[in-house]
């Protein structure tokens, strides 16, 4: 079975830290790839995606993701947080083996608390 | 253009109960999607509707259902409720092609009593 998995669970950092979220996947055929992030007390955004093409996509409010298809992996990348990057952040995946489909699985999330 | 809309914004219930859930689409948006998110398990995909027909679905007991209407908007059904149902129920839609993105709506937060 498919499975996403996201190597960090709780991420503290202070303004101005670099920060690097790794998400790796399990499946061999074409993927499409998101991550969303959900802020205190509202719904999932997209944050950024990848389809095909340029394997470094950039995103919302500074935010950037690597496709390495050798590594399964999409790691989120920000080279400086703020304080309005406290969130939580899901990596995504929609295999494409059947065609079309509507189902993405997900990581589990990683909280990111960010210290003024 | 409007965001996905869900209703009712919360929910709660008692076990053996019976909910519905609805979930209205972005204008254009043919596919919806739902999934159900707890602390313990996640996000989980439950399943997707198009043009009225379920494409896809995914591991939860039959007491989950759906369906679609002509407009595109969706229902789900959860029959029996069981504590374990408890959860943040996700709708997300799109328009239905290879490349496209799922938009979420806020949520229904259901509690079984």
């Known amino acids: 079975a498919q499975s996403v998995s996201q190597h960090n669970h709780h991420v503290i950092l202070s303004e101005a830290a670099s920060l690097e979220l790794g998400c790796n996947y399990s499946?061999?055929?074409?993927?499409?790839l998101f991550w969303y992030v959900q802020y205190p007390g509202q719904h999932l955004q997209l944050l950024l995606k990848?389809?095909?093409?340029?394997?470094l996509v950039k995103g919302i409010k500074g935010f950037e993701a690597e496709f390495i298809k050798s590594k399964f992996s999409f790691n989120l990348r920000k080279p400086s947080v703020q304080w309005s990057d406290t969130a939580e952040y899901f990596c995504?995946?929609?295999?494409?083996?059947?065609?079309?489909?509507?189902?993405?699985?997900f990581g589990q999330g990683t909280t990111l608390q960010v210290k003024p | 253009k409007a965001g996905v809309t869900q209703t009712p914004r919360y929910l709660i219930k008692t076990r053996g109960q019976q909910v519905t859930l609805s979930c209205s689409p972005i204008?254009?948006?043919?596919?919806v999607s739902w999934y159900q998110q707890t602390p313990g398990q996640g996000l989980q995909f439950l399943f997707e509707?198009?043009?009225?027909?379920?494409?896809n679905k995914g591991n939860f007991p039959g007491r989950f259902s759906g369906r679609q209407f002509s407009n595109s908007r969706s229902e789900m059904n959860v029959s029996t409720l069981e504590l374990g149902d408890s959860a943040l129920y996700l709708c997300?839609?799109?328009?239905?092609?290879?490349?496209?993105?799922?938009?979420f709506g806020p949520g229904t937060r259901l509690t079984v009593l």
């Open positions: 499946y061999g055929g074409t993927v499409n």
């Open positions: 509707y198009f043009s009225e027909t379920q494409r």
């Open positions: 997300a839609t799109r328009t239905s092609g290879k490349t496209d993105t799922q938009y």
């Open positions: 204008s254009g948006h043919r596919s």
């Open positions: 995504a995946v929609n295999a494409l083996h059947s065609g079309n489909t509507g189902k993405l699985i």
């Open positions: 990848y389809f095909s093409g340029d394997p």
